[in-house]
């Protein structure tokens, strides 16, 4: 179930967003230049998109734990039952037949209301830090003189030439626009503190 999660967690989608990104100035004021970003990996790459997957992940620790045990439990009963099988009379086999079917259909159930809920949160929370890239990226569009901005993970693009891509340089804005508070620093055993770094997502490919 943990890998499941993580990798809806990773497979985010863009659809709500444009494709292309025009500038917001007035026409006598935008440029001609043309930048292209990788929004998905943007938002992951920015601090405060790295905290918030962290936060999203240890919300769901729990389910997960919960999840995995009762699937070990499931396992164990098959197991059982298959190795008891010529052994036991018709009425005990019907019994733990019964009680593995009660067992995953609880199973089942516990994995549809985890994945819905933890989708849920991962959309709204996407959709979210998506705004704030879209001002971001109008903002840097505008001061750089750019007409236009195009989401290079949504629309194919096969030649872009060196220093199109501002995937970089919208993260370190959004950085400085946005800026995270440091995580509280935490007494060690040893009397000394040390400071948690959000663990950096990886970046998977929106389906098309």
């Excluded at 995270?180 to 007494?187: D, G, H, K, M, P």
Aim: hydrophobic fraction near 35%.
């Amino acid at each position: 179930m943990r890998n499941r999660l993580l990798a809806m967690l990773m497979a985010v989608g863009f659809t709500v967003f444009p494709f292309c990104l025009r500038a917001q100035t007035p026409a006598a004021t935008a440029g001609s230049k043309v930048g292209v970003i990788d929004i998905q990996q943007a938002i992951l790459e920015t601090a405060e998109g790295k905290q918030a997957f962290q936060d999203l992940q240890k919300k769901y620790q729990p389910r997960e734990e919960e999840i995995n045990q009762r699937q070990q439990d499931v396992q164990q009963l098959q197991q059982q039952l298959q190795k008891q099988m010529t052994t036991l009379s018709q009425d005990e086999q019907r019994r733990m037949s019964h009680e593995l079917q009660d067992k995953q259909t609880v199973l089942q159930r516990l994995e549809q209301d985890a994945q819905s809920s933890f989708q849920y949160d991962r959309d709204t929370l996407m959709r979210d830090l998506g705004k704030k890239m879209m001002k971001v990226i109008d903002q840097y569009a505008s001061t750089h003189g750019y007409a236009l901005v195009i989401d290079g993970s949504q629309v194919p693009v096969y030649y872009a030439a060196q220093g199109v891509d501002i995937t970089q340089d919208i993260v370190k804005l959004y950085n400085s626009t946005y800026p995270v508070q440091a995580a509280s620093a935490s007494t060690d055993s040893s009397g000394g503190t040390s400071q948690s770094q959000p663990a950096s997502p990886q970046k998977t490919t929106p389906k098309q």
